[in-house]
């Protein structure tokens, strides 16, 4: 064991060294040359523009000269004399307050003779003034003067000047086609130096290549020694003149991002080896930690406990092959155990569910004995009228063949004998079909069938039938129709159990109401065709009502109740695709409406 230990250390020590920190090595070293050539391109474009963006300024100042200039040539070149052009050079001044001074000459001098010579506008510098040439041509083109527009120097450095400085201690120069200084920190050699005499070959020879890139109207950058400290140099030409302007700025300043980096990496390197050396601890106490895990096992089993299982590991040293030897040890003890449990309870949980079975069968068998002696009786009752009344009919008859008038019946018994018999009669054949429709009901309600609709019925007429029928057998009952729709709606459905249904309501309430206000509403919803049923009377209670929805379920023995009806009419409305709803916010009796698609 103690071989192994020495093993497992020194592979650690080994992965430590061979792998961790090679790749930190490398990968701050990556890190570092190109965070550094990123840096300090980064470093000269910022530079770089900032430059432009002082050339963009100084080049507003020499647009407006030019494009003023312009503006008024055309107007000289027409009125091409002395009053005029002096009005014209006086309107310019007012109108411009950069334009220090404006001339038309017509003889060449010493500013306007390389106009005269080429014939083209130009920028010329002298004496601490910029000026704007540009030829005058009167009809013909011949070419009769120059204007001259002239811009101080000083409103250059103030358009130079008035930005923000990034730099605090970057300066700019500018000079001319030649070199000579037009522009400088240093008033003293403006105009009277230029970038090559001012500076030795043999020992500046930066400056003087500067000095030939500027004066050839390059742009770029370069790094020179001035004044025995390293400066960096952003140079760039001022369009439309032979000018060029360049900024000057610390070499620690300018790339001061670009020389903390190696501070910042040695940063990285310290904060890498503290992270590798807690994550490092981390790994060596993860690496250990299954051998305490096993401890802690091997002490819960021997204190009898197999719940808790070891998880598997996916190391293929020693260690993870012990955790998962020891884990299929564990899941073979528990899925033993569990079978014996799950056995015992499968059985336990079978018997209980036999015991309910059979507790629910014998409560079914014993309702639906109590019913059938219900319904025998309730049947045994219009059975026993009818054949009494019969043999009273029989009895009366064969006296009369006798002629034993005593016991004829009178008209009036006789016709009273004959309503008791229909109603009756009547009576029977409404309970035995509702016997045969439970029993057919059941069947398709068991399956989720619906029912055949290929009966196209008009809803107001249904609906007359229904209570001219409730009326002929319950003639005492005062029932009364109202309708929202023409007679004209129809509605396909099954006929024989739509008046089935509405039947039995309407019977419902003649039986358990006042019965004198019974009401059969017609109305419609989008969707859908109403029937409501409501009267006057006891209604239902909660209790009640969760009886009608059960078949085979006699409500009180005193209300004659089949414990049919209503359950049959659920039946019939759900088998139409529809739904009998009984409305529990009517207080006044019993409220049921029977909803039926259209």
Not at 371 to 380: A, C, N, Y
Not at 429 to 445: G, N, P, Q, Y
């Amino acid at each position: 064991m103690s071989r192994r230990r020495r093993s497992l250390s020194r592979n650690l020590s080994l992965g430590i060294l061979l792998l961790g920190v090679p790749i930190i090595l490398l990968s701050l070293g990556i890190l570092f040359y190109q965070s550094r050539y990123l840096i300090r391109q980064e470093t000269t474009e910022n530079f770089t523009t900032t430059l432009n963006k002082v050339i963009q300024r100084v080049r507003s100042y020499t647009v407006m000269i030019e494009t003023a200039t312009n503006a008024n040539a055309w107007i000289m070149e027409e009125n091409f004399n002395p009053e005029s052009l002096q009005a014209l050079s006086r309107r310019m001044i007012s109108m411009n307050p950069n334009i220090a001074h404006c001339t038309v000459s017509t003889q060449p001098d010493a500013r306007t003779k390389t106009v005269f010579d080429s014939g083209k506008a130009c920028w010329v510098d002298s004496a601490g003034i910029a000026s704007y040439c540009r030829p005058l041509r009167t009809d013909g083109g011949h070419l009769a003067g120059v204007v001259t527009v002239d811009l101080s120097f000083s409103h250059l450095v103030e358009a130079i000047n008035s930005g923000e400085q990034p730099y605090p201690h970057a300066y700019f120069v500018m000079v001319s086609g030649d070199g000579r200084y037009l522009i400088h920190p240093d008033t003293t050699r403006v105009f009277k130096k230029t970038l090559f005499e001012d500076h030795d070959p043999n020992r500046s020879p930066d400056m003087i290549a500067l000095a030939y890139e500027m004066t050839a109207g390059k742009q770029g950058t370069m790094h020179v020694n001035i004044d025995g400290k390293e400066r960096h140099v952003a140079f760039a030409p001022i369009e439309g003149t032979s000018w060029s302007l360049a900024m000057v700025g610390l070499e620690d300043e300018v790339l001061a991002s670009y020389q903390h980096l190696a501070y910042i990496i040695i940063a990285l390197i310290l904060l890498g080896l503290v992270l590798g050396f807690w994550f490092c601890n981390r790994a060596v106490k993860r690496i250990i930690s299954p051998i305490h895990r096993l401890l802690g096992m091997t002490e819960k089993i021997t204190n009898g406990h197999y719940d808790e299982v070891m998880p598997l590991s996916d190391r293929e040293d020693e260690i993870g092959l012990l955790q998962n030897s020891f884990a299929a040890m564990q899941r073979s003890l528990n899925s033993q155990m569990e079978s014996i449990h799950d056995a015992t309870e499968a059985l336990r949980l079978r018997n209980e569910y036999r015991v309910q079975d059979i507790e629910t069968t014998r409560v079914n068998i014993q309702r639906k004995i109590s019913f059938i002696k219900s319904v025998l009786h309730q049947i045994r009752t219009p059975l026993s009228i009818i054949t009494g009344f019969a043999n009273m009919l029989y009895d009366s008859i064969a006296a009369q063949r006798i002629g034993d008038e005593t016991k004829a019946i009178s008209t009036d018994y006789l016709n009273e004998i004959c309503v008791s018999m229909k109603h009756n009669a009547i009576h029977l054949k409404r309970m035995v079909l509702m016997l045969f429709d439970s029993a057919e009901t059941e069947t398709s309600s068991s399956q989720g069938l619906l029912y055949n609709k290929s009966d196209e019925m008009s809803c107001n007429v249904l609906a007359r039938m229904c209570v001219d029928y409730t009326k002929s057998h319950y003639p005492d009952q005062q029932i009364t129709f109202g309708t929202e729709l023409p007679d004209t709606t129809y509605i396909l459905t099954n006929h024989f159990f739509l008046l089935r249904t509405i039947r039995e309501l309407l019977a419902n309430a003649a039986k358990f109401s006042d019965g004198k206000h019974i009401r059969l509403y017609v109305t419609e919803t989008e969707t859908t065709v109403r029937f409501i049923v409501e009267d006057e009377g006891p209604g239902l209670s909660e209790e009640l009502l969760d009886l009608t929805l059960k078949p085979l379920v006699e409500m009180d023995d005193q209300l004659e109740h089949s414990g049919l009806g209503l359950p049959m009419a659920y039946r019939h409305a759900n088998g139409l695709g529809g739904s009998l709803v009984h409305d529990t916010s009517y207080l006044d009796g019993c409220r049921y409406i029977l909803e039926i698609p259209k």
